[in-house]
């Protein structure tokens, strides 16, 4: 199994700009989870998904983050316009639904910078 | 407010001796305690959990530790490796819920 695929795996752009990440969870994961990992906040949820509807985004800080899960196979993360403060790991995680499904699969992260 | 805490951001251990990494939360509705492993540009990974109706889980070379009265669970490394330097996640869930809330990590660093 290919895991949990992101892109892209670094991100550079400068403030005001549209930024989308993508995820590829894992094949048969029904939950799909968004985190973003700062020094000052540690990693926090922003948005999760189960059968690609969204459950809970009370994490997403703004109006300028969505998320959308249009099937089982992907979902995107966009932030519009990007600021110097959205400069964070952003990692995508799949579960698979049933026990144990709290145990999330985490892909390897995207590095945005915000200049 | 922080649920999940992990106090001490770092800690160094020589190699072969016990690493204890301490892990305190707030809420009483927490029922699934996970530790999870990450190391530089990697995602994190699943190491161990623990329900609320145990005390204690073991793994190999890992322990969990769970004291609901204190709230608070610990993970015991034993022997410590090298290739056990990364930064540990305390986490919890709760309620049949989906979501981990994490805590803010501790960055393990052992000495050779």
């Known amino acids: 199994d290919a895991g949990v695929i992101q892109s892209p795996r670094h991100e550079v752009t400068e403030m005001g700009q549209e930024v989308t990440l993508r995820c590829k969870p894992i094949?048969?994961?029904?939950?799909l989870f968004w985190y973003r990992q700062t020094m000052m906040r540690g990693l926090e949820l922003l948005i999760y998904?189960?059968?690609?509807?969204?459950?809970?985004d009370s994490g997403m800080p703004e109006d300028r983050f969505s998320a959308k899960m249009p099937n089982a196979s992907f979902s995107t993360l966009k932030i519009q316009p990007s600021e110097p403060r959205d400069s964070a790991v952003y990692f995508c995680?799949?579960?698979?639904?049933?026990?144990?499904?709290?145990?999330?699969?985490f892909g390897p992260g995207t590095r945005l910078t915000v200049t | 407010d922080q649920q999940v805490k992990q106090n001490s951001p770092s800690l160094s251990v020589q190699e072969g001796r016990i690493s204890i990494l301490n892990c305190d939360y707030t809420?009483?509705?927490?029922?699934?305690f996970l530790w999870y492993k990450k190391y530089p540009a990697e995602g994190p990974t699943f190491l161990i959990s623990?329900?609320?109706?145990?005390d204690k889980n073991e793994d190999g070379r890992f322990t969990v530790f769970l004291n609901k009265s204190a709230k608070h669970l610990s993970l015991h490394i034993v022997p410590s490796q090298p290739g056990d330097s990364a930064v540990y996640f305390c986490?919890?869930?709760?309620?049949?819920?989906?979501?981990?809330?994490f805590g803010k990590g501790t960055r393990l660093h052992i000495l050779p």
């Open positions: 995680a799949s579960s698979p639904r049933g026990a144990p499904s709290y145990e999330q699969y």
């Open positions: 094949s048969g994961h029904n939950s």
């Open positions: 998904f189960n059968n690609n509807v969204p459950i809970d």
């Open positions: 809420n009483s509705m927490f029922d699934y």
């Open positions: 623990i329900s609320s109706i145990k």
């Open positions: 986490a919890a869930s709760g309620n049949r819920d989906d979501k981990i809330i």
